[in-house]
């Protein structure tokens, strides 16, 4: 029998938020207290986006609040694709809450008109930036509270005693994967097991008749192999009907589609962001489980839980600072110039693994573990080069795995030399890196947490001339 949903109470609402706009955040959020106080989850993006870790958070909450400012002054002019480009992460979470057809509400900056297309039961609320702090003067307190109230009786029905509750297996993941990959199938259910999930085969050749569909709700989420063009159209199934969905493509399968067949830029768009990206392409079996246990470890990350306005407030301030995980990678010898970056770090990111820190890995946990685990988490990497560091296996060992993640696209890379004559890994040659004997470690981290607010997370292996601003 499926779990009944909770009776009337305290709703769970997914946040959908810029995290570099706490004035904003708190503005609304107070605002939206006065009428009814909820509890939220976020996805606090401390690691690569996994839209399937995305898409359980939005099915599990009762209902979707959006705040969406546009950085800036507020009277400054954006071209659609400027405003397309500073939503894509807004957009893609609002999506999932359309298909997932939960209720939802979105506080916006009405500059963001032209770039949120939505269904009429998708509250838009929109503002101009001019009157926040201007409650005496401005209708917007009376706008967003009538319309949160209107949403809240929406949520509130939705997540009656009446709803059938949950219709899926918890722990439970779908596999539609082609016999010619047949060795793959035997490496996921492997690592699905290790991780506590229960793999479900589906038949092959898919078919979407009454047994498939029934099997596929029942699901908590699934993995769809993307090199059948069979697969690809229960990839549009599952994708439509709001499953969670990890894709995975060989490398050696054409990219493309047969005719009448969905193609990937058909099946999820053309945003350089979201299903897309997260699509694990695979050369090998020891790739493939490898990215595939990476994505194992962020979909089971807990979101971050606020349960009111107090957490609320500490929450938005402490967002502040980027929430990508950062992983500093140095030898023991360069003790003193990792102490500089690492507070330096610290003092911009909320999450700085730092093998030298006595928070990063606890006493008597078993290191190796809490170093692989913190490497697969990080969406930021930033190495110290110099000749211990390319004399050290640890050392190398994290260049490697950070640098496998940047190519993949997980993660950013940054190389920093410490010195002229300290070169880089062979496999790092071409790789643009930073030269901390003609900058300092201020320049260098300020320049990094410039670069990823125009880009978020995403990887970044940039090859060319060495890169010594």
Same mark, same amino acid.
């Given at each position: 029998?499926?779990?009944?949903?909770?009776?009337?109470?305290?709703?769970?609402?997914?946040?959908?938020?810029?995290?570099?706009?706490?004035?904003?955040?708190?503005?609304?959020?107070?605002?939206?207290? +006065?009428?009814e106080d909820v509890s939220f989850r976020v996805?606090?993006?401390?690691?690569?986006?996994?839209?399937?870790?995305?898409? !359980? *958070?939005?099915?599990?909450?009762?209902?979707?609040?959006?705040?969406?400012?546009? &950085?800036?002054?507020? !009277?400054?002019?954006?071209?659609?694709?400027a405003l397309r480009h500073a939503a894509r992460?807004?957009?893609?979470?609002? +999506?999932?809450? @359309?298909?997932?057809?939960?209720?939802?509400?979105?506080?916006?900056?009405?500059?963001?008109?032209?770039?949120?297309?939505?269904?009429? =039961?998708?509250?838009?609320?929109?503002?101009?930036?001019?009157?926040?702090?201007?409650?005496?003067?401005?209708?917007?307190?009376?706008?967003?509270?009538?319309?949160?109230?209107?949403?809240?009786?929406?949520?509130?029905? &939705?997540?009656?005693?009446?709803?059938?509750?949950?219709?899926?297996?918890?722990?439970?993941?779908?596999?539609?994967? +082609?016999?010619?990959?047949?060795?793959?199938?035997?490496?996921? $259910?492997?690592?699905?097991?290790?991780?506590?999930?229960?793999?479900?085969?589906?038949?092959?050749?898919?078919?979407?008749?009454?047994?498939?569909?029934?099997?596929?709700?029942? $699901?908590?989420?699934?993995?769809?192999?993307?090199? %059948?063009?069979?697969?690809?159209? *229960?990839?549009?199934?599952?994708?439509?009907?709001?499953?969670?969905?990890?894709?995975?493509?060989?490398?050696?399968? &054409? %990219?493309?589609?047969?005719?009448?067949?969905?193609?990937?830029?058909?099946?999820?768009?053309?945003?350089?962001?979201?299903? !897309?990206?997260a699509i694990i392409r695979w050369t090998g079996?020891?790739?493939?489980?490898?990215?595939?246990?990476?994505?194992?470890? @962020?979909?089971?990350?807990?979101?971050?839980?606020?349960?009111?306005?107090?957490?609320?407030?500490?929450?938005?301030?402490?967002?502040?600072?980027?929430?990508?995980?950062?992983?500093?990678?140095?030898? /023991?010898?360069?003790?003193?110039?990792?102490?500089?970056?690492?507070?330096?770090?610290?003092?911009?990111?909320?999450?700085?693994?730092?093998?030298?820190?006595?928070?990063?890995?606890?006493?008597?946990?078993?290191?190796?573990?809490?170093?692989?685990?913190?490497?697969?988490?990080?969406?930021?990497?930033?190495?110290?080069?110099?000749?211990?560091?390319?004399?050290?296996?640890? $050392?190398?060992?994290?260049?490697?795995?950070?640098?496998?993640?940047?190519?993949?696209?997980?993660?950013?890379?940054?190389?920093?030399?410490?010195?002229?004559?300290?070169?880089?890994?062979?496999?790092?040659?071409?790789?643009?890196?930073? &030269?901390?004997?003609?900058?300092? /470690?201020?320049?260098?981290?300020?320049?990094?947490?410039?670069?990823?607010?125009?880009?978020?997370?995403?990887?970044?292996?940039?090859?060319?001339? =060495?890169?010594?601003?």
């Amino acid at each position: 029998m499926p779990a009944p949903r909770p009776g009337p109470g305290r709703l769970n609402v997914f946040l959908s938020h810029r995290y570099h706009s706490p004035a904003e955040n708190a503005y609304f959020w107070l605002l939206l207290s +006065s009428v009814e106080d909820v509890s939220f989850r976020v996805d606090e993006g401390v690691s690569f986006t996994s839209p399937v870790r995305l898409e !359980r *958070m939005i099915r599990e909450a009762d209902g979707f609040v959006g705040i969406y400012p546009l &950085a800036g002054k507020p !009277r400054e002019v954006y071209t659609r694709s400027a405003l397309r480009h500073a939503a894509r992460y807004f957009r893609l979470e609002l +999506s999932m809450a @359309v298909r997932a057809r939960k209720p939802a509400i979105v506080f916006h900056d009405q500059r963001l008109v032209p770039a949120l297309k939505m269904p009429t =039961d998708v509250r838009l609320v929109a503002y101009d930036a001019q009157e926040l702090g201007t409650e005496d003067q401005s209708s917007l307190p009376t706008r967003a509270a009538n319309a949160y109230r209107e949403f809240i009786a929406d949520a509130r029905a &939705a997540a009656s005693p009446g709803d059938p509750g949950r219709t899926y297996q918890q722990r439970q993941v779908g596999l539609v994967i +082609s016999p010619s990959n047949e060795p793959v199938v035997v490496e996921l $259910c492997d690592l699905l097991h290790e991780y506590g999930w229960e793999p479900v085969r589906l038949p092959w050749p898919p078919r979407l008749h009454l047994d498939s569909i029934t099997t596929l709700r029942q $699901c908590d989420w699934a993995v769809v192999d993307l090199d %059948d063009p069979s697969s690809r159209v *229960m990839a549009a199934f599952t994708h439509g009907q709001s499953i969670p969905t990890l894709p995975i493509a060989s490398a050696a399968a &054409a %990219d493309g589609s047969t005719e009448g067949v969905p193609d990937e830029e058909t099946l999820y768009g053309d945003e350089g962001t979201g299903h !897309r990206k997260a699509i694990i392409r695979w050369t090998g079996p020891a790739n493939l489980r490898q990215s595939f246990e990476d994505h194992l470890g @962020v979909i089971d990350e807990q979101p971050r839980y606020v349960g009111g306005w107090k957490q609320a407030a500490e929450y938005f301030r402490s967002a502040t600072k980027r929430s990508e995980r950062v992983f500093l990678s140095y030898a /023991a010898e360069d003790s003193d110039q990792g102490a500089a970056f690492s507070r330096l770090l610290n003092d911009r990111f909320q999450h700085v693994f730092d093998y030298r820190s006595s928070q990063a890995i606890p006493a008597g946990e078993p290191w190796m573990e809490h170093l692989l685990s913190g490497l697969a988490r990080s969406a930021v990497g930033v190495l110290l080069m110099s000749e211990a560091y390319r004399s050290s296996k640890y $050392c190398l060992l994290e260049a490697r795995e950070l640098y496998r993640a940047a190519v993949e696209g997980r993660a950013r890379l940054v190389p920093v030399r410490l010195e002229a004559t300290s070169e880089l890994p062979d496999f790092l040659e071409g790789v643009q890196y930073r &030269a901390l004997y003609k900058r300092s /470690a201020q320049d260098i981290v300020d320049e990094l947490v410039s670069e990823l607010a125009g880009t978020r997370q995403g990887g970044s292996v940039t090859r060319g001339s =060495d890169f010594t601003l």
